[in-house]
Structures are given as structure tokens and as C-alpha cells.
């Protein structure tokens, strides 16, 4: 260590990696479906996707978690954004390139992917 | 990548407790599963929260799992890690209502606390520096010795109003300042740290130690630059054995980042650390002593003045501070004096962390603002007195210390509200005692650890606090008289007032603070001949109700020393004869007592 500079560099990689022990922080919550439906139909890779991209992008006080079978099998995988005092948004028959396209528009840009929710999909 | 953590606690308590098996076991399942890539797991300082252990947290929910078992892994890993359904039965029952699981922040245990000195403790994997430096480790040091000089960094620590975590409360800064400007001829000067945590029940230092070392690595080269030292000793006791494990990779680690050693961050200021290991002596947390055993010699105190800020180590000046203050430098550095001094009351500023044990719910770790009262710690945080018992009294200050009774319960914690209520802070033991508890052998129970660990050096201590336990082995056997507490208490002050060091001085304080508040306690062994709590053996009768006993014979079959026999008497009703226990062979150790169905036993 010869300089500040290089004891900041390390303390920006680490915090993305020890940065989703603090969910007390988190004002957004994005949750993967994982039950049987899910996980077949290829929700980890979506889950993997996501959860690189908010460390790699430091996306900032968002949490992705993960839950069980919610019911919309034939829509998996299904991705639900909460965000503090915002509707729900479902995205469904998400894949890792989507889950990358949600995290760069939605988490990061606040525009809503209509086209990926489930509201354009039951159309 | 990883998008899960799961945490392990690695504390001493945990540790005992089997969390080693629960990593295993987890690595393997996971490994299992497929899932070695995207969740890791991290072995972690204590969560405060002993009594639970082992406890896991994963990570971002946030669910905490207490008393975990190897055999539950599997189930975690398969449920919650796979397909992401909480194991709601394993979780700790606090954070459950109904369907929702609640942050463990928002739980009675953690909900008042405010964690300052142990804040990367249970967050970061202490044996990874990396993690450190993201919690804006090393940051302190940084500023420290590229924007500040050592006058600024002693103002800063005078201006917060930290005082000593080791128990007196000397102001810290001022420790700071005198060892810069008292002796200034260029020779070498020490920075120590006190990590030998001697009282019973106080284990906050070694949390620390094991859960955020480079903390305190951190804050005594901050110390270093301040008073104008390149080497710091710390003084951790062997039976510590995970505390110095985790220092020694500390101190490893420190060095390969440059962050120990010569010329830190290209400031010129070069620093290093050793550690020494004290063989468990009491006396060796005294200060004076403390630095003796250092030098290599016997641990024994030696007379001030003078003072180590003058002449301490190697007769050099030396500062010397507790684990725990140490903790809370960098974070004083980074954010500010104010930001400290607006924590806590008017002398007292901060938190302080306190060790909860005895008659507790939640046996832990916690740590409060300064002027919490005693009644919102014992039974808010610590969840009360457990089996519907009544409280009644707590011990601070371990022996040291005394007992606060229930009446002081609303008094606001501090060092000068403590002092002023016959007790002390002390390094933050708090025993709780319930009415189970008998006053006057907790006083011979303090006692008779300070004559086993009095050093011999000075004769108040070695023999007064001899002849001090031997009063109250007298009282507690039912043979003192009313002249025996006066000349007790003659004997508790003489040895405050003439003893060598701190430890001697304060070592009557258990007996005074019990005289004051629970006199009639004393007066029950002496004038009666009776303990009330039941706890002295030598007071206690147990008797047979021979109209309640049924003659089963249960008692006598568990007696180890033959003492009791059936008699000719049959109670009305009763088909066998009643059972006697004879006085003259009873030990008094209740087994007849606990094993009796139908209550006939009873002790006096």
C-alpha cells in the first residue's frame, strides 16, 4: 500500500461484495421465484445475472432475493421488483439477457421494461 | 460474484457452541447442491447474541438462524439456498410474526442498541483484511497521516470526550497528550494495549479482538503518530486462544498491505505491533503490572507516580489503553469529535459495551449509548429475569464493582452515576442476580477471587483481603456477630485507602456496596443464623414433612450420604412410614429436595 488512492481502490471492490449484508439499507427489493417451476425453467442463471450486475454495476440499496413458487408457472421465470412507495412490477420469462436489460433500464435508469412485465405478456 | 453470503458466527461462544461443525457442514451441502460459485461462507465475529448460538445469517434477507445443528444444514441449503423458502422453524423466534420474518434489527435484543466499538463485529470476516478496508478500515490512518498533525489528532480525541473502556475512565486524549509533551528528548516512546480482560463474566474486549482486530490495529498506529511511537505491544491473555489467532493474521495481513511497517502510505511514520501473552493474571490488567510483565519480569504493580505517560515501558513514556477504547478512535477520526461527543450524557460520552450474564434471558453482548438506565438494559435488551423470578441486584465492575439494587435501577449508566451508587463501571460486566442469589456469598464469591489472584506484592491486599474473606466465610457459616461487620467494614476501607494499585484499591468494593444496599441480609446470617436466598450451606436445615411424605423411599435412594431413614410414624392415609433426614449426616446438596413428588422436602 503506497498510497490512499490504492487502499480507495480496494475499499470500492470490496463494498459491492460485503455490500449485500446491509439490507437494512435496501429501499428496493428484486425477487426471483425459485420454487421447482422456476429453477427448471432456468431462474438461477436469471437470479446469477441480476445479483452480478447490481454488485457489478454498484447499484445502490437494492437487494436480490430470492422466494418460492408464486403461483405463475407458466409465465416462469418471474421476477418481481418492490420498490419503496412504487407499484410492484412482474417480469416474466425473464433470461439472463433480460435480467441484464432490467437492472440497466429499470434499477439503474427507473424506466419500467413494459414489454418484459406480465401485464404485456397476458395480453 | 457471490449472490448470497451466508454468515457464520466464529466467536469464542459460538465457537463452543459447534459453529465450526455448522461452516463444515454448509460448505459440504452447498458443494452438494451446486452452489459453490454463487453463495460463500463467511465466518464471522460475534452477533452479541451468545445465548442463541450457534447463529447463522444469510445474506441479503437477512435471516437469522439461531441454535443451529449440523443435522439442519441440510434442510437450509436445500429450502432457503435453492429454492429460496425461509426454514421459518430454525429461524430465531423473535424476528417471526405470523408470515412475515422481521430484520433482526427491529428484536428487542438489538433494537436499542447502537454499535459503535463493535460494529464490523458479526458484519466482516475478521481474517480478511479486504473486508476491513471496505468498512472504510484503514481509512482513519489514512487521513490521519496525510492531512493531520499529531497536535490535531490528540484535539480531536480530547474534543470527542472518550474516557477509558478499562474501567476508570481517565480521559483518553488527555492520556494522549501528556505522553507527547511530557518527556520530549527524541527517545522511543510505547503504545499498549490492554487485551488481558481479567474480570468474571466481562468478554467485550475479546469480541472485539476475534470479530474486527484491525480495529484496534488501526487505532493504536493512530496513537502512534499522536504521541510520536514506532511500536506498539498488545497485552492479550493465552487463554484467548482464537483473539490471537485472529491478531496474528491481522498483524500479517497489516504488513503485506503496507498498512504496518515502515514509512505508511509514504508519510515517513513507520509502526509496528508485537504481541505478548500474559499467562492469565489478574493483576497483569493493571497497568503498571501490565507493562512489568512486558518487560519480562513478574507481574507485580509499581507505585505512581510516576505515571506511564511519563515513565512506563522500559521507563519510557507510554500509553496504555483498553481493547475497547481503541475500538471507537477511527470511527472518532472519520466522523468526527461531535458526532461522539453527541452520543451519551454530559461527562460520559459514547457507548459503552456491556457483557450480560447471570440471571438473564439473553445472555450477550450489547452495547448502549452512555446513560441507558440499567432497568431498559436488563430488561429490554436483555429480555428480564428468566423463570419469573425477582430481580435483585446487578453487579458492575466485576470485583471491582458492586451491586446495584433495584431501586438504582432507573439510574442513567455512566462512570460517575455508577461511582456515585457504591459501584463502577469496570470493563462492562453485568451480572444479574436474582432472588435465588445470596448477597453475602457473592461478596465472598468476589472475594475469595482477589485473594487467589492478589499478586502478594503490598500486605493490604495480600492479607487484608485474606482476612476480609475469612470475616465473610464466618458470616456465611453462621458464627459472626454484629462486632464482626463493623470491624469488616474498618478493614474494607483501610485497604482502600493503602493498597499499592487499582486492584487492591477497589477489591472491598463488592463487600461495602453489598453492606449498603443488602444489610439485612447480613444481619439475617449474623443475628438469625439464616440465609434467606438458601444459598449457605452451612445456615441451611432441609426437614421432611412427615404427614406430606408418602414413604416412597425416592429421596433416601438418591441420598449420597445415607442421611435419610425411615421412621416408625405412618401418616394418616398412608400405607408405608414416613421418612427423617438426620441433620448430622445430611451434606445439604438438595438432591432429596428436587426429587421428592409430592413437595414434602423443604430447606430453611
Same mark, same amino acid.
Given at each position: 500500500?503506497?498510497?490512499?488512492?490504492?487502499?480507495?481502490?480496494?475499499?470500492?471492490?470490496?463494498?459491492?461484495?460485503?455490500?449485500?449484508?446491509?439490507?437494512?439499507?435496501?429501499? %428496493?427489493?428484486?425477487?426471483?421465484?425459485?420454487?421447482?417451476?422456476?429453477?427448471?425453467?432456468?431462474?438461477?442463471?436469471?437470479?446469477?445475472?441480476?445479483?452480478?450486475?447490481?454488485?457489478?454495476?454498484?447499484?445502490?440499496?437494492?437487494?436480490?432475493?430470492?422466494?418460492?413458487?408464486?403461483?405463475?408457472?407458466?409465465?416462469?421465470?418471474?421476477?418481481?421488483?418492490?420498490?419503496?412507495?412504487?407499484?410492484?412490477?412482474?417480469?416474466?420469462?425473464?433470461?439472463?439477457?433480460?435480467?441484464?436489460?432490467?437492472?440497466?433500464?429499470?434499477?439503474?435508469?427507473?424506466?419500467?421494461?413494459?414489454?418484459?412485465?406480465?401485464?404485456?405478456?397476458?395480453? | 460474484?457471490?449472490?448470497?453470503?451466508?454468515?457464520?458466527?466464529?466467536?469464542?461462544?459460538?465457537?463452543?457452541?459447534?459453529?465450526?461443525?455448522?461452516?463444515?457442514?454448509?460448505?459440504?451441502?452447498?458443494?452438494?447442491?451446486?452452489?459453490?460459485?454463487?453463495?460463500?461462507?463467511?465466518?464471522?465475529?460475534?452477533?452479541?447474541?451468545?445465548?442463541?448460538?450457534?447463529?447463522?445469517?444469510?445474506?441479503?434477507?437477512? %435471516?437469522?438462524?439461531?441454535?443451529?445443528?449440523?443435522?439442519?444444514?441440510?434442510?437450509?441449503?436445500?429450502?432457503?439456498?435453492?429454492?429460496?423458502?425461509?426454514?421459518?422453524?430454525?429461524?430465531?423466534?423473535?424476528?417471526?410474526?405470523?408470515?412475515?420474518?422481521?430484520?433482526?434489527?427491529?428484536?428487542?435484543?438489538?433494537?436499542?442498541?447502537?454499535?459503535?466499538?463493535?460494529?464490523?463485529?458479526?458484519?466482516?470476516?475478521?481474517?480478511?483484511?479486504?473486508?476491513?478496508?471496505?468498512?472504510?478500515?484503514?481509512?482513519?490512518?489514512?487521513?490521519?497521516?496525510?492531512?493531520?498533525?499529531?497536535?490535531?489528532?490528540?484535539?480531536?480525541?480530547?474534543?470527542?470526550?472518550?474516557?477509558?473502556?478499562?474501567?476508570?475512565?481517565?480521559?483518553?486524549?488527555?492520556?494522549?497528550?501528556?505522553?507527547?509533551?511530557?518527556?520530549?528528548?527524541?527517545?522511543?516512546?510505547?503504545?499498549?494495549?490492554?487485551?488481558?480482560?481479567?474480570?468474571?463474566?466481562?468478554?467485550?474486549?475479546?469480541?472485539?479482538?476475534?470479530?474486527?482486530?484491525?480495529?484496534?490495529?488501526?487505532?493504536?498506529?493512530?496513537?502512534?503518530?499522536?504521541?510520536?511511537?514506532?511500536?506498539?505491544?498488545?497485552?492479550?491473555?493465552?487463554?484467548?486462544?482464537?483473539?490471537?489467532?485472529?491478531?496474528?493474521?491481522?498483524?500479517?495481513?497489516?504488513?503485506?498491505?503496507?498498512?504496518?511497517?515502515?514509512?505508511?502510505?509514504?508519510?515517513?511514520?513507520?509502526?509496528?505491533?508485537?504481541?505478548?501473552?500474559?499467562?492469565?493474571?489478574?493483576?497483569?490488567?493493571?497497568?503498571?503490572?501490565?507493562?512489568?510483565?512486558?518487560?519480562?519480569?513478574?507481574?507485580?504493580?509499581?507505585?505512581?507516580?510516576?505515571?506511564?505517560?511519563?515513565?512506563?515501558?522500559?521507563?519510557?513514556?507510554?500509553?496504555?489503553?483498553?481493547?475497547?477504547?481503541?475500538?471507537?478512535?477511527?470511527?472518532?477520526?472519520?466522523?468526527?469529535?461531535?458526532?461522539?461527543?453527541?452520543?451519551?450524557?454530559?461527562?460520559?460520552?459514547?457507548?459503552?459495551?456491556?457483557?450480560?450474564?447471570?440471571?438473564?434471558?439473553?445472555?450477550?453482548?450489547?452495547?448502549?449509548?452512555?446513560?441507558?438506565?440499567?432497568?431498559?438494559?436488563?430488561?429490554?435488551?436483555?429480555?428480564?429475569?428468566?423463570?419469573?423470578?425477582?430481580?435483585?441486584?446487578?453487579?458492575?465492575?466485576?470485583?471491582?464493582?458492586?451491586?446495584?439494587?433495584?431501586?438504582?435501577?432507573?439510574?442513567?449508566?455512566?462512570?460517575?452515576?455508577?461511582?456515585?451508587?457504591?459501584?463502577?463501571?469496570?470493563?462492562?460486566?453485568?451480572?444479574?442476580?436474582?432472588?435465588?442469589?445470596?448477597?453475602?456469598?457473592?461478596?465472598?464469591?468476589?472475594?475469595?477471587?482477589?485473594?487467589?489472584?492478589?499478586?502478594?506484592?503490598?500486605?493490604?491486599?495480600?492479607?487484608?483481603?485474606?482476612?476480609?474473606?475469612?470475616?465473610?466465610?464466618?458470616?456465611?457459616?453462621?458464627?459472626?456477630?454484629?462486632?464482626?461487620?463493623?470491624?469488616?467494614?474498618?478493614?474494607?476501607?483501610?485497604?482502600?485507602?493503602?493498597?499499592?494499585?487499582?486492584?487492591?484499591?477497589?477489591?472491598?468494593?463488592?463487600?461495602?456496596?453489598?453492606?449498603?444496599?443488602?444489610?439485612?441480609?447480613?444481619?439475617?446470617?449474623?443475628?438469625?443464623?439464616?440465609?434467606?436466598?438458601?444459598?449457605?450451606?452451612?445456615?441451611?436445615?432441609?426437614?421432611?414433612?412427615?404427614?406430606?411424605?408418602?414413604?416412597?423411599?425416592?429421596?433416601?435412594?438418591?441420598?449420597?450420604?445415607?442421611?435419610?431413614?425411615?421412621?416408625?410414624?405412618?401418616?394418616?392415609?398412608?400405607?408405608?412410614?414416613?421418612?427423617?433426614?438426620?441433620?448430622?449426616?445430611?451434606?445439604?446438596?438438595?438432591?432429596?429436595?428436587?426429587?421428592?413428588?409430592?413437595?414434602?422436602?423443604?430447606?430453611?
Amino acid at each position: 500500500m503506497k498510497s490512499l488512492a490504492e487502499l480507495q481502490a480496494i475499499r470500492e471492490k470490496m463494498q459491492g461484495q460485503i455490500g449485500i449484508r446491509r439490507e437494512a439499507q435496501c429501499s %428496493t427489493r428484486v425477487v426471483v421465484a425459485m420454487g421447482t417451476c422456476g429453477i427448471a425453467s432456468g431462474a438461477r442463471a436469471v437470479l446469477n445475472a441480476l445479483s452480478e450486475a447490481v454488485i457489478e454495476k454498484k447499484v445502490a440499496g437494492v437487494a436480490v432475493v430470492q422466494t418460492g413458487c408464486i403461483d405463475l408457472c407458466q409465465y416462469e421465470p418471474v421476477v418481481e421488483v418492490f420498490a419503496d412507495g412504487k407499484e410492484k412490477v412482474t417480469y416474466v420469462n425473464m433470461t439472463p439477457e433480460k435480467a441484464n436489460e432490467v437492472v440497466e433500464k429499470h434499477l439503474i435508469g427507473g424506466q419500467v421494461v413494459t414489454e418484459y412485465t406480465l401485464a404485456s405478456a397476458a395480453k | 460474484m457471490y449472490r448470497s453470503h451466508v454468515l457464520v458466527c466464529g466467536g469464542t461462544g459460538c465457537t463452543s457452541s459447534g459453529s465450526q461443525q455448522i461452516q463444515d457442514a454448509l460448505k459440504s451441502e452447498i458443494a452438494k447442491a451446486g452452489l459453490e460459485n454463487e453463495i460463500a461462507v463467511v465466518q464471522t465475529g460475534c452477533h452479541g447474541l451468545c445465548a442463541l448460538g450457534p447463529i447463522m445469517i444469510v445474506y441479503p434477507e437477512g %435471516t437469522f438462524y439461531s441454535m443451529v445443528k449440523p443435522e439442519y444444514i441440510p434442510e437450509i441449503v436445500s429450502e432457503h439456498l435453492v429454492k429460496g423458502r425461509v426454514v421459518k422453524k430454525y429461524v430465531y423466534d423473535e424476528t417471526v410474526s405470523g408470515d412475515e420474518i422481521k430484520p433482526i434489527t427491529e428484536t428487542d435484543f438489538y433494537k436499542k442498541q447502537y454499535r459503535v466499538a463493535l460494529r464490523n463485529c458479526g458484519v466482516i470476516n475478521p481474517e480478511n483484511i479486504e473486508e476491513y478496508i471496505a468498512t472504510d478500515g484503514y481509512a482513519a490512518l489514512g487521513k490521519v497521516l496525510t492531512e493531520m498533525t499529531p497536535e490535531q489528532v490528540i484535539d480531536v480525541v480530547l474534543a470527542s470526550g472518550l474516557r477509558g473502556r478499562g474501567g476508570a475512565g481517565f480521559p483518553t486524549g488527555r492520556k494522549w497528550q501528556m505522553a507527547r509533551n511530557l518527556v520530549q528528548d527524541g527517545g522511543p516512546k510505547y503504545v499498549c494495549c490492554n487485551a488481558d480482560e481479567g474480570d468474571p463474566g466481562a468478554f467485550m474486549d475479546r469480541s472485539v479482538l476475534e470479530g474486527d482486530p484491525h480495529a484496534v490495529l488501526e487505532a493504536m498506529a493512530i496513537a502512534g503518530y499522536a504521541i510520536g511511537a514506532n511500536q506498539g505491544f498488545i497485552y492479550v491473555r493465552a487463554e484467548y486462544p482464537i483473539a490471537v489467532e485472529r491478531l496474528q493474521i491481522a498483524i500479517k495481513q497489516a504488513h503485506e498491505y503496507g498498512l504496518l511497517g515502515k514509512n505508511i502510505f509514504g508519510s515517513g511514520f513507520d509502526f509496528d505491533i508485537d504481541l505478548r501473552l500474559g499467562a492469565g493474571a489478574f493483576v497483569c490488567g493493571e497497568e503498571t503490572a501490565l507493562m512489568t510483565s512486558i518487560e519480562g519480569n513478574r507481574g507485580e504493580p509499581r507505585p505512581r507516580p510516576p505515571f506511564p505517560a511519563v515513565k512506563g515501558l522500559f521507563d519510557r513514556p507510554t500509553i496504555l489503553n483498553n481493547v475497547e477504547t481503541y475500538a471507537n478512535v477511527a470511527q472518532i477520526i472519520l466522523k468526527g469529535a461531535d458526532w461522539f461527543a453527541g452520543m451519551g450524557t454530559e461527562k460520559s460520552k459514547g457507548t459503552k459495551v456491556f457483557a450480560l450474564g447471570g440471571k438473564i434471558k439473553n445472555t450477550g453482548l450489547v452495547e448502549v449509548p452512555m446513560g441507558t438506565t440499567l432497568r431498559e438494559i436488563v430488561e429490554e435488551i436483555g429480555g428480564g429475569v428468566p423463570n419469573g423470578k425477582k430481580f435483585k441486584a446487578a453487579q458492575t465492575g466485576g470485583p471491582s464493582g458492586g451491586c446495584i439494587p433495584p431501586e438504582h435501577l432507573d439510574v442513567p449508566i455512566d462512570y460517575d452515576n455508577l461511582l456515585a451508587i457504591g459501584s463502577m463501571m469496570g470493563s462492562g460486566g453485568l451480572i444479574v442476580m436474582d432472588e435465588d442469589n445470596c448477597m453475602v456469598d457473592i461478596a465472598k464469591f468476589f472475594l475469595e477471587f482477589t485473594v487467589d489472584e492478589s499478586c502478594g506484592k503490598c500486605t493490604p491486599c495480600r492479607i487484608g483481603t485474606k482476612r476480609l474473606y475469612e470475616m465473610l466465610d464466618k458470616i456465611t457459616k453462621g458464627k459472626a456477630t454484629l462486632a464482626d461487620l463493623d470491624k469488616m467494614e474498618e478493614l474494607c476501607y483501610y485497604i482502600k485507602a493503602n493498597a499499592l494499585c487499582g486492584l487492591g484499591q477497589t477489591a472491598p468494593n463488592p463487600v461495602l456496596s453489598t453492606l449498603r444496599y443488602f444489610r439485612d441480609e447480613y444481619i439475617a446470617h449474623v443475628v438469625d443464623k439464616k440465609c434467606p436466598a438458601g444459598v449457605c450451606k452451612s445456615l441451611l436445615s432441609f426437614t421432611i414433612d412427615q404427614d406430606k411424605c408418602k414413604g416412597c423411599s425416592m429421596c433416601a435412594r438418591q441420598c449420597a450420604a445415607n442421611a435419610i431413614e425411615r421412621t416408625d410414624y405412618i401418616a394418616p392415609g398412608n400405607k408405608l412410614a414416613s421418612f427423617a433426614i438426620d441433620s448430622a449426616k445430611c451434606v445439604k446438596c438438595g438432591a432429596c429436595m428436587s426429587t421428592c413428588k409430592f413437595k414434602a422436602i423443604s430447606k430453611q
